[in-house]
């Protein structure tokens, strides 16, 4: 901390004002002597506990609320966050009456485009997904919700709010159902998905270790001996960060999930091929300190055999779908029903300006997905909650152009392998109960608090 503040004092001068921002349990090692200490809450915090908090750091000047939580993030497998407007409003005005300053976090929530979604360790791994909606007052696509609205009402009581009108939403398309056509399977391409060819070592590596800083890697061994009878495939020490998708001879066998308790058996003749395909699901940012490796922690054991001398090819996968497809459909043989890691595309065109719009992929399982090459980010339907994924209008080329989508399914493709484009987001299809997530101990809700910060 002393360090950064040091460094940003070097490149900004004296006069940038410098704070430091905290939940209550984080101001004793979170505040630094030279910078104005301020806390961060939601409204089902202890507002009156948390400001007396922030007064033992700072005796005088202003009660600040850097990161007034208007909703919350959401994890894939859970409910889609949501906070009340009548909440949210209050806990405002709150603030307001004791003359407090207040930041809002988020005002208008976003997009983890790509791999940018970040995670959070609450007993067990927790990826963020796609969608950083946040229940915010202006929604992922840039509209203003009634949230938004309410909130301007409780400012004007306080002080004059801009006049004029509001910014209306933008234009929203549909189109579709759109039917995707097969590419080829991911094995296929390793030759143009890792160019410069695999690393060799005995035990295998992580993707800091190979400089892979995001997205897949392919791990690659050979059975020396054959395995008549279905047996154990599996990672010690919780070591697989954080998803991997396992095939034998090309053939789809399953899964293994970091902090999931997921038993795989295989078979296969010796000399067969096993191939691990390891995806980065998104990095710790928020938490202890230490550094989240990914890939494969632990050599994989094979009933009571420990597998050695792998082959690793870190993916190119974006340059792949950008660059140089569409190649040539390869006619190896194949399983009848697709699964495993595999492209599929198809090309269409919009009509009149078109709009923002929303990719919707009924019954696909997980994978990630790329418009006109660029990574619109993972799709998780089978885990939800998130079921669309926002594409803004500029991504799309305009009528009379062929706009090009590519998905990269990891698991099961649909019976009907089909997509559509909606004019408004479905971000909510888990059935679990939302979970209100709190900062302070005397507002524990039924669910267990995150003692998080902002993302």
Request: with cysteine; charged share 15%; net charge negative.
């Amino acid at each position: 901390m002393r360090h950064l503040a040091g460094l940003f004092r070097a490149l900004l001068g004296e006069e940038i004002l410098l704070f430091t921002t905290d939940g209550p349990e984080g101001l004793k090692c979170g505040s630094l002597e030279g910078l104005y200490t301020t806390v961060d809450f939601g409204p089902a915090d202890n507002m009156t506990k948390i400001f007396a908090l922030q007064r033992e750091y700072e005796p005088h000047g202003p009660l600040v609320n850097s990161e007034y939580y208007t909703g919350w993030l959401d994890y894939w497998g859970q409910n889609h966050s949501t906070r009340s407007i009548t909440d949210v409003t209050r806990g405002l005005e709150n603030m307001l009456k004791l003359g407090a300053s207040v930041n809002m976090y988020m005002f208008h929530g976003g997009t983890n485009f790509g791999y940018w979604n970040g995670a959070d360790e609450k007993g067990h791994f927790l990826p963020i997904t796609t969608s950083y909606d946040y229940d915010a007052p202006i929604s992922e696509a840039g509209d203003v919700t009634p949230k938004l609205f309410a909130l301007r009402n409780v400012i004007s009581q306080f002080q004059e709010i801009p006049l004029g009108p509001l910014p209306p939403p933008s234009p929203k398309m549909m189109l579709g159902p759109l039917t995707l056509y097969l590419d080829g399977y991911m094995l296929d391409f390793l030759h143009l998905l890792c160019p410069q060819g695999p690393i060799h070592s005995i035990l295998p590596m992580t993707f800091e270790a190979v400089r892979q800083d995001r997205g897949f890697m392919l791990y690659r061994t050979y059975l020396m001996y054959p395995v008549f009878e279905p047996t154990q495939f599996w990672v010690p020490n919780n070591g697989v960060h954080d998803r991997a998708y396992v095939m034998v001879d090309g053939v789809f066998q399953g899964v293994l999930e970091r902090n999931m308790k997921h038993k795989l058996f295989l078979t296969g003749k010796m000399g067969a091929t096993v191939d691990v395909l390891l995806e980065n699901m998104g990095r710790l940012s928020f938490g202890s300190n230490y550094s989240d490796f990914k890939g494969l922690l632990e050599p994989p054991i094979l009933g009571q055999t420990i597998l050695t001398h792998w082959l690793m090819f870190p993916l190119e996968v974006d340059k792949l779908v950008k660059w140089w497809f569409p190649p040539q459909l390869l006619k190896n043989s194949r399983p009848q029903i697709p699964s495993g890691p595999i492209f599929y595309s198809t090309t269409f065109s919009i009509l009149d300006s078109g709009g923002d719009t929303f990719l919707f992929l009924p019954g696909w399982t997980k994978g990630q997905v790329w418009i006109n090459g660029f990574n619109l980010g993972r799709y998780w339907t089978k885990r939800g909650p998130q079921q669309t994924l926002y594409v803004p209008r500029p991504l799309l080329f305009p009528t009379g152009s062929l706009n090009k989508i590519t998905l990269l399914e990891l698991e099961n493709v649909p019976p009907q392998p089909e997509i559509q484009f909606l004019d408004s987001p479905i971000l909510n299809s888990t059935l679990h109960k939302t979970y209100i997530y709190s900062l302070s101990a005397d507002t524990q809700s039924d669910s267990e608090p995150m003692e998080l910060s902002g993302h």
